[in-house]
């Protein structure tokens, strides 16, 4: 189905979800100096902007930074009546939630407390108006421009906004909206493919990469030479999932609590018996890469990395995960018998 | 401007070149471009071929001086910013580098970095220690001239008002460390919070545990902290990370009369103990 | 499809055994649920591990260090090295601890049915061996093996681990034991040295129709099975338990894995040919 709308029609439209939902979507939030662009839930449809990437992803609505876990308050939280509409999320952050649903859907254990946000949050994807200079999604196989993975999928060309439904489901939001005319739709969004540009960086690594060549490959120290390691990349990527439990010492009925972990912090994999499989950088950004381009892919089959080029923009240091790949592709490609597609 | 930063980044990369042929040092530790990106990113070089990379620019935001940590043994060349230089005599002082492993190309008269508010409170703009310098000195008076006092509104503020300040910025705070990982000064094997016997405070982002860890990092600071806005620069979140440490060193001019980093065999200000102190303090 | 929360189910201490002098500081502690539903339905298989939560401190993962055989009650073995090792050795009869699991893929308990054994033991690395020692010793499932033969090492006397059990365990039928120390000592009758250097003469290392479990310090995991590869024995017959650093303990929190492998729910348990196959970080 697809519908197409005008600015006014489009505010009615959200306006009218915020009714019978709690819509979420990208706002500006002055943060000390600067502002910054977070997906946070709305008032007032202009409260919301969609011209730039979000500095944040939507991964707190599904994995927050930290959570009780109680079966019965997530479900309270999170009802069926009442469910979140994520709205103005690009195809990177689409992707992302793929490999949450690998890992925290994985049937063996599935995870009861994401399994209920993600079964009550819908997702309105947003077509990426112009590339920024770390995104390297295209490189990855996932299209900026839409995403099956979302619900609906809104496209901007010049002043009208197309909607269009991805499944059943998401066709009862949109069904009172103006028809949109395929046909016209299509030439436009083929027009927009053909003048997006693509990323100066280039991947041509065949994944999932290699596990014991690049393992063991002398290439890990120089790479992660400048790294501080810190957290900022694996807090921003929408894909990191890493997780520790704590309790909090003022809470009397020690309730047990989840909290983002990283895998480029020291302590990491630390054995209390003070051994540590990973004690230098090197091994820790090779753990990081590796997970996302080769671990990841071989347990589940797409990538754990999606190109939206955060950890890149975030980084204090300006680490950039695509030098990382170049250098791991070049060294490859010297040992032989890898690995690279046309 | 950029006329002035071409230069000075010609003249780093003569003397990178000159290093590495007559194979005074192992590696050159500098300041350059990403291969994706504009940002000024810290790059290590070991080729004489490839110090073209290097270059100077009032976006030189990353803080070079700890990587020397990293290579204590090793023979190394340093692009230094004049707060790194004081980071240097910090580490040198407390015997974590030898000297003559050391060779250090400071920057002189460093108009600051853009977007780090320490550089407008900065009062050392020339290197304290090197061995090469580029760039034109800046004289006292200049460097006096170009002075501001970032934290007026907060100094007149009353305790309420700054609490909530305070809390206000913290909240947002998400644990990441990059301000810590980023501090010169904060190289403990074992931070304090992830100290796990004893066990002081919480990973989590609540904030009486976010405080908790900014308060008792700026308090780790006092005397050590040089104010260069490291800190503030590396948090993803633009939290004021600075105020605290900054309220440190400038307790610490007022009080102590102390810089810390101005000489590589300067005292400590709160790690040594003299038998003349005024205050006996606990030997009462 | 199963849910995991993440929840642990209480569990009372019913007895704590200091096994060793204070220097090692092991205590096996055998613990009883406290919901009788869980208690009748909790099963677990030899090699599989359970995560133990202290209220208000952590958790941290345990292999199972009695047989699942025994049914009235479940035993694990801890060495005081860290903080919530330390909780537990705090702990007192009575006292309650959160039990979660049973996680890990245990032993090949079905592929060693019909085939002889040969346990070698190194310290602490004994008691993730003992659920399974016990479960093929068992009166009721002895018979489904067959010949069996321990080698148990420790460093010195102080630390042997399990005395109690040494009678049962000598007394089997079809089943040999032995102990080894590090150096010799007085009134030690047994053998001495290095678990690895006595395989070849101590015990009767078959080519075929046998299985090898191994469990204890890594340098001895090394040493043990490096010389049991010499002896020509097949590695898909050479069997260990690895130790990780673990959160959650179903492969989601991203600690215990090496290469695309998890420790928690691929392992714990692995044999050589496994462990060849994947990359050095452990």
């Known amino acids: 189905m697809l519908k197409v709308m005008n600015e006014k029609e489009l505010k009615q439209f959200i306006d009218k979800l915020n009714n019978d939902y709690k819509v979420a979507a990208p706002v500006k939030k002055q943060q000390g100096k600067q502002e910054i662009l977070e997906y946070d839930y709305i008032e007032e449809f202009e409260e919301i902007h969609l011209e730039e990437q979000p500095d944040k992803s939507p991964k707190e609505f599904f994995l927050p930074q930290n959570e009780v876990l109680d079966p019965e308050a997530i479900a309270k939280s999170n009802p069926e009546e009442n469910k979140t509409i994520i709205f103005g999320v690009r195809s990177c952050d689409i992707e992302a939630l793929r490999v949450f649903d690998d890992v925290f859907l994985d049937d063996t254990y599935v995870d009861p407390y994401y399994e209920k946000r993600r079964d009550n949050t819908i997702i309105i994807g947003y077509s990426c108006p112009h590339r920024e200079p770390t995104c390297f999604c295209d490189q990855l196989g996932i299209s900026p421009h839409e995403n099956k993975l979302a619900d609906l999928y809104l496209y901007k060309f010049d002043d009208k906004y197309w909607i269009k439904s991805i499944n059943e489901d998401s066709e009862k939001l949109i069904k009172d909206l103006a028809d949109g005319d395929e046909d016209l739709f299509d030439e436009k969004l083929k027009n927009k493919k053909d003048n997006f540009g693509e990323s100066d960086f280039k991947f041509n690594m065949e994944t999932p990469i290699p596990e014991e060549k690049a393992f063991n490959a002398p290439i890990w120290d120089d790479i992660a030479e400048k790294c501080l390691g810190c957290g900022v990349c694996t807090y921003y990527c929408p894909t990191c999932f890493c997780f520790n439990f704590f309790f909090d010492e003022d809470d009397k009925e020690n309730q047990k609590y989840r909290s983002w972990d990283s895998c480029m912090f020291s302590l990491f994999t630390k054995h209390a018996s003070g051994h540590n499989p990973r004690e230098t950088q090197g091994q820790r950004w090779r753990q990081r890469l590796m997970h996302k381009f080769s671990y990841h892919p071989q347990n589940y089959g797409g990538l754990s990395c999606v190109g939206c080029g955060r950890c ?10 695509r030098e990382a790949l170049k ?3 070049e060294y490859l490609k010297d040992e032989g018998g890898a690995v690279v597609e046309d | 401007m950029e006329a002035y930063y071409k230069e000075i980044t010609d003249k780093i990369q003569k003397i990178a070149y000159k290093l590495l042929d007559e194979g005074k040092v192992d590696k050159i530790i500098g300041f350059g471009k990403g291969e994706f990106t504009d940002e000024v990113t810290p790059v290590f070089i070991v080729n004489k ?6 270059l100077f620019s009032e976006k030189a935001t990353p803080f070079l001086a700890k990587y020397l940590l990293n290579y204590k043994d090793e023979k190394v060349a340093i692009t230094a910013k004049p707060c790194e230089t004081r980071a240097i005599n910090s580490y040198l002082s407390e015997n974590l580098l030898q000297r003559e492993n050391l060779i250090i190309i400071g920057i002189n008269g460093c108009r600051g970095i853009e977007g780090n508010t320490a550089c407008k409170e900065c009062d050392v703009r020339n290197p304290v220690i090197s061995d090469y310098t580029v760039g034109e000195e800046l004289s006292d008076e200049e460097v006096s001239s170009m002075i501001t006092n970032v934290y007026e509104d907060l100094e007149n503020m009353n305790p309420e008002e700054r609490n909530e300040y305070f809390q206000n910025e913290f909240e ?6 990059a301000c810590r990982e980023a501090c010169p000064v904060c190289y403990c094997e074992e931070c304090f919070t992830d100290s796990n016997q004893p066990f002081w405070l919480d990973s989590s982002t609540q904030l009486k545990d976010t405080f908790t860890f900014h308060l ?9 902290c040089i104010n260069c806005g490291a800190c503030e620069m590396a948090c993803p979140e633009n939290i004021d990370v600075r105020a605290l440490s900054a309220k440190m060193y400038r307790a610490g001019e007022e009080i102590f009369d102390y810089k810390p980093g101005m000489d590589p065999e300067q005292k400590t200000l709160l790690a040594e103990y003299d038998v003349n102190d005024q205050e006996k303090g606990f030997l009462d | 499809m199963k849910t995991e929360t993440l929840l642990d189910h209480k569990a009372e201490i019913i007895k704590i055994t200091q096994e060793t002098g204070v220097n090692l500081n092991i205590k096996t502690f055998r613990y009883r649920f406290l919901d009788e539903e869980i208690r009748k339905n909790f099963t677990f298989r030899p090699g599989q591990f359970m995560m133990v939560t202290i209220d208000g401190i952590g958790e941290a993962p345990f292999g199972f260090a009695s047989s699942p055989t025994q049914k009235d009650y479940i035993e694990l073995s801890v060495k005081n090295v860290g903080l919530v090792t330390n909780a537990i050795h705090n702990l007192k009869v009575g006292d309650i601890i ?5 996680y890990g893929n245990g032993f090949p308990v079905e592929e060693t049915i019909g085939k002889n054994i040969v346990f070698i033991g190194g310290g602490i690395g004994l008691a993730p061996l003992r659920s399974l020692i016990n479960y093929v010793l068992d009166e009721e499932k002895r018979k489904q093996f067959g010949n069996v033969q321990l080698l148990n090492a420790f460093r010195s006397p102080d630390d042997l681990i399990f005395k109690y059990d040494y009678d049962k ?3 089997s039928p079809d089943t040999i034991v032995k102990y080894t120390i590090d150096e010799p000592c007085e009134k030690w009758d047994y053998c001495v040295g290095f678990p690895h250097t006595l395989l070849k003469d101590e015990l009767n290392c078959e080519l075929q129709n046998t299985k090898y479990f191994t469990c204890g310090p890594p340098i001895m995991i090394k040493f043990v099975t490096e010389e049991l590869k010499n002896l020509n024995i097949d590695p898909a017959d050479i069997i260990t338990t690895l130790e990780m650093r673990m959160s959650c303990g179903v492969g989601k929190c991203g600690k215990c894995n090496i290469g695309h492998y998890y420790v928690c729910k691929d392992g714990p348990v692995f044999t050589l040919e496994q462990l060849g196959e994947m ?4």
Not at chain 2, 172 to 177: H, N, P, V
């Open chain 3, 169 to 171: 365990w000598e007394n």
């Open chain 3, 98 to 102: 959160g039990v979660r699991g049973p």
């Open chain 3, 279 to 282: 990359p050095d970080e452990y």
């Open chain 1, 327 to 329: 250098s791991t592709e």
């Open chain 2, 172 to 177: 947002r705070c998400t644990r990441c460390y």
């Open chain 2, 216 to 224: 008792m990092r700026s308090i780790h600071m006092a005397g050590r």
């Open chain 2, 49 to 54: 071929e490839n110090v073209d990379k290097l």
């Open chain 1, 312 to 321: 890149v923009k975030k980084c204090p240091v300006t680490l950039d995960i």
